[in-house]
């Protein structure tokens, strides 16, 4: 198989040193090249390097950092993953699709856009066919994005609970990773030995973003979910994973071993594809009393290239009619770059890319 050029977007921040660690030997894709701000004209990744848990090949480290020009960009590349700040992406984004060029986007600009996918393959793989009433697609452009993180580590159970019994109500309570700020994210002084009850404009995406991704695409459009959300953010001082305490309220009430047994079950779409980046098991429930913990589980998934997409959920347990449980999932791999990796590898399964 001949591999597909892409563009990184932003690759001197955490999402886009991620896909640049995602693309190394991906078996579909190749870096094409790597680009962000005049501020980084002419750098080498290697002198910009914010992730440290991964050794980069020295190729690699040695590439040059190019200034985003989407005409430049669409005359080498196939398809682009934007880690961009969602102001810059907004228009670049549009730009490049209108180039010809499929774009799969971390940054929340056109997310609520209607004929944009808000994708996550285990939980709306469908939603995938609305790039086609985009009016670039002809051309072969288009923008697929992925939800805010903290939305993203939520929906992989929730998806498999409201498909076996039903939500009426979901609160959720986020401790959320510094490494969800980008670079350099929340000053040390803000966050050593110390929590920040808010996260900018988070709880408003968490509580708009989950309704169109477990909504039904019907007619060509998403019937938006219907059930009662409401979240709390906080920032912790761990520096990778989410960890979200959420109770739900179910239409049909089910004792917690049932819950279990709906969340091992749950292996769809990527799975069955046989998708690269696509774990395993997409749920791990943990049985013990205190896990999951970022320390112990940011980073579960296997195979190897799928270290850090699978979601970890544990303590499920019933109490006064509500079902309660811990999730946590990797907020700049399962719900960042992982996630746009992984929506373009279903591109290919879908003949889209
Ligand atoms: N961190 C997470 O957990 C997470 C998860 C999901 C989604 N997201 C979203 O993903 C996006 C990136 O987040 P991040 O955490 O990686 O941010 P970040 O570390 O701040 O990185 C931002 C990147 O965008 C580039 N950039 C900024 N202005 C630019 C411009 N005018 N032209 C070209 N490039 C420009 C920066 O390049 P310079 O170095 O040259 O300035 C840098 O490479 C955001 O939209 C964020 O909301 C983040």
Known sequence: MKKTQVAVLGATGMIGQRFVQLLEDHPYFEIGGMYASERSEGKTLGEVLKVKDFRFKQETLDTKIEVLEPMAIAKRCRAAFSGLPTDVAKDTETALAQEGVAVFSNAASHRMTEDVPLLIPEVNPDHLELVRSQSTFSNGGYIVTNANCSTT??????????????LRSCFVSTYQAISGAGYPGVPSLDILGNVVPFIKNEEEKMEEEIHKMLGVLKDGRVDLAKFE???????VPVVDGHLESAVLKLEREAPAAEVIKALEA???????LKLPTAPVHPIIVRREDNRPQPAA??????????????VSVGRVRESKGYIKLW????????????????????????KLL
């Not at 959300?229 to 920032?235: D, F, G, Q, Y």
Request: aromatic fraction near 4%.
């Open 297 to 310: 589980d940011a980073f579960a998934g296997e195979p190897e290239r799928a270290r850090g997409m699978a």
């Open 266 to 272: 749950f292996g769809p779409e990527p799975q069955r």
């Open 153 to 166: 580590g939520l929906a992989v159970p929730l998806q498999a609970i409201h498909q076996a019994f039903g």
């Open 229 to 235: 959300m409401i979240a709390s953010c906080a920032r």
């Open 327 to 350: 999730l946590l999932s990797h907020n700049t791999l399962r719900g960042g770059a992982g996630g746009s990796v992984l929506n373009a590898e279903l591109a290919v399964a879908k």
